[in-house]
């Protein structure tokens, strides 16, 4: 049997006993302070209206989330049961972003993490980490002639859906480019992923393909769209056809979501926003000030083994997996940029805040 942490003990345990423990305990009241900083002081709302609209975003209860859907490290369990994540990704311009989400998954907990990407990337991918799958398979334009395209094309398609059924979640798009035929051959997977039901995290590149493409996740409920500020208002243009509206940016998230047909979207930001269309969360927990890039590869792999365990059938049936992922990875990378910046301050890297994820998932669910 399958054994949480446990999803209502937070609120009462984290107010309660914040007047029961004697303040000396440095590490006890740190603690206290996170947790009553990670509710908020206790959840509360926002209230953003315009002349159209009312929309209420709801500081999301993130730790408690974190507790209810992360697994115990039950002796019972096999390889595979934590999570077994696909990153699709990588080409010769970036090889650092699907590296990011891959690892950061396995940091996280997943047991099994893969990356898909071109034949350039593949071998510099691998000697960041002998942790990683890594599969070179993606071709870009540059390297298959006009006529072979439809046989590569399909060799492409092919190689990464024997292997679709195995995977918890994909993450499409951290480091991948935008070579139009790579782009193809990434569209053909995205349904090939729909058509196995798999959720899907749509990141990077991943929204320049969507965006232009919308019904490649146009009512897809287990898809993920995690768009930074440029990607937002690209989506905004595109599905919206006005430009980002702040004085209303709950209401403006939630049709978004809604208009994509209820897929789940993740502005981040100096808050990050979440909507499924019918709800609004928010999670502002303190993060860091430095804005190294790589950041939100950490956040698309974090999301993807959080929203699988968010599946789980001990978790309650009763709220959106794939927000619960999302808020649970937004708190998380949060916690972690903000610890790895109390120590390496000006010069905190992505690897640093990767780094500080086990820390700051133990601290919030201990492994034993
Ligand atoms: N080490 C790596 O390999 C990395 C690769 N990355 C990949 O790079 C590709 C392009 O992603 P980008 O995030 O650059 O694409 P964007 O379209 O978000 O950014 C393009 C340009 O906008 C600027 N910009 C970014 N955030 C801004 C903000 N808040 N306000 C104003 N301007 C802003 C950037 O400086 C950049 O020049 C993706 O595939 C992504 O995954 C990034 O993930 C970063 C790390
Ligand atoms: N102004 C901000 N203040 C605090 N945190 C922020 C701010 N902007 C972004 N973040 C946090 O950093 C994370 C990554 O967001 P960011 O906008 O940097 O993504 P990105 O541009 O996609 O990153 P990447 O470089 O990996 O592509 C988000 O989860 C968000 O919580
Ligand atoms: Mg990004």
Redesign the pocket.
Known sequence: MLVNHGMNQLTSLSIARSYSFAPSTAAVLRRQSFLIRALGGGSHSKFHSTAGSTMQETEADAVSILRGITPTLDPNRHKGQAGKIAVI?GCR????????AAISALKIGADLSHVFCTKDAAPVIKSYSPELIVHPVLEESYSVREEERKQVSAKVVAEVDKWMERFDCLVV?????RDPFLLDCVSEIIKQGRHSNVPIVV???GL?LVTNSLDLVHGYPLAVLTP????YK?LVQKVLKCEVDDADAPGQLASLAKQIGGVTILRK?RSDLISDGDIVNSVSIYGSPR?C??Q??ILSGSVAVFLSWARQPFVAADRNPTVLGCIAGSALLRKAASLAFETRKRSTL?TDIIECLGRSLEDICPAC
Do not use: I, K, Q, S
């Not at 930074?228 to 990607?231: D, I, L, M, Q």
């Open positions: 990704g311009e970036y090889t650092g972003a699907p590296y990011f798009g951290p480091g991948l480019g990141d990077g590149d320049f930074n500020v440029n990607e690209r930001g804005r890039g790589g939100g590869d992505t």
